[in-house]
């Protein structure tokens, strides 16, 4: 009796355990929100972006070309630009 119910729970518990700690466990992902230009849409545009405020790296862009930047004052404000983390 006591085999059967650890052969039966025992891997349920298992199951639960490894469901839940893939949910529950996520990694470090941060999102920031990136404005750009568009010249045939007025005014700032916003988009989510995984990119960073920091000094070194690759530039940032929207998938059409435009520059993405941390503030909506764009080129405004010096190094106010999004770049990839590494």
Known sequence: MK??????????????LAVGLAFATEANSSSQTGY??????????????????QPN???CKTPEG?????TEELDA????ELRKVN
């Open 3 to 16: 085999t059967r119910i650890l052969k039966t729970v025992l891997p349920m518990l298992a199951i639960v």
């Open 36 to 53: 750009y230009d568009d010249p045939f849409i007025p005014g700032v545009q916003s988009t989510i972006t995984d990119c960073e405020k």
């Open 57 to 59: 790296g690759d530039l």
């Open 66 to 70: 435009y520059q993405l930047y941390d």
């Open 77 to 80: 404000v010096q190094d106010n």
